[in-house]
């Protein structure tokens, strides 16, 4: 589950003045204070050493980038390889200063901190849907059950997966953050998704946690699983809209692992 307004209200804007100024507003400079050291590669050096960098290239994105949405959602084409995407735009008046323009791994450090205020700051409960598992493996369930292609589910579980393509991107292989929907995007999924004959159980996170338990025990097909999977982005989107919240997709985004392994300060 995934507080989108303040994602929106207080994360982005920090990131937002981090990159034209190179300056952390107050409390995110305790966050890079605050971070365990580890010598040179410890994030209260690293934070720190990016800022300086940032302040010597200033970009205003409120302004000029047509490339990010404003809270920091990518607008491009589905990406076909993260490790080579950069901002294409020939026009753009920040393009020899503005990090997304560079080399990828310039926004390494940029893409660490992006995750790590978004767990600590903006994530509640979670739920397992898969080992590896991205929103694109879902395309076989909608097609058994007859999703036409234009049907706006497909396209909001599009959303889930590469919404986040440039700022949520951790260098691996599937980790990081995949993407997020607004809390009226989050409701309408869960309507749509209800729609779907898909497992139905109480939707409660306990309730998923046993449902998950009973499908490994049984030695599940390939298909059951997916379909079990679905439905529990059905419950979780259910679950956040009627608290007012949205949802995120994320693989191995773990708040106590920004908090107790980094640093990183719950809030």
Not at 68 to 76: A, F, K, N, S, T
Not at 97 to 120: K, P, S
Request: aromatic share 8%; glycine share 6%; hydrophobic share 40%.
């Amino acid at each position: 589950m995934f507080d989108y307004e303040r994602y929106r209200t207080e994360i982005v804007p920090a990131l937002v003045e981090l990159l034209r100024t190179g300056e952390p507003v107050r409390w995110l400079g305790e966050v890079f204070r605050t971070a365990t050291p580890d010598r040179e590669y410890g994030y209260d050096v690293l934070w720190p050493r990016m800022a300086a960098r940032l302040a010597d290239q200033p970009t205003d994105l409120a302004r000029h980038c047509q490339w990010l949405g404003d809270d920091l959602r990518y607008l491009g084409d589905e990406p076909q390889d993260q490790l080579t995407l950069t901002c294409p735009s020939l026009t753009c008046p920040e393009r020899k200063r503005c990090v997304f323009h560079q080399d990828r791994h310039a926004v390494e450090e940029l893409n660490a901190l992006h995750e790590a205020l978004v767990a600590t700051r903006c994530l509640g409960k979670s739920q397992f849907l898969g080992r590896n598992f991205i929103p694109c493996r879902y395309e076989p369930v909608l097609d058994r059950h007859e999703v036409p292609a234009d049907d706006p589910v497909r396209e909001l579980l599009a959303a889930l997966a590469t919404r986040a393509a440039v700022l949520g991107y951790q260098f691996g292989v599937t980790e990081g953050i995949h993407g997020w929907l607004t809390v009226p995007e989050t409701a309408d999924l869960a309507t749509r998704l209800d729609a779907l004959s898909l497992p139905r159980f109480k939707p409660t996170f306990a309730t998923m946690a046993e449902q998950h338990r009973l499908n490994v025990r049984s030695g599940s097909t390939n298909q059951s699983w997916q379909d079990l999977s679905l439905s529990f982005v059905r419950t979780v989107s259910a679950i956040a809209a009627g608290e007012g919240r949205a949802v995120l997709w994320g693989n191995d985004v773990i708040p106590d692992v920004w908090n107790e392994t980094f640093g990183v300060p719950p809030a």
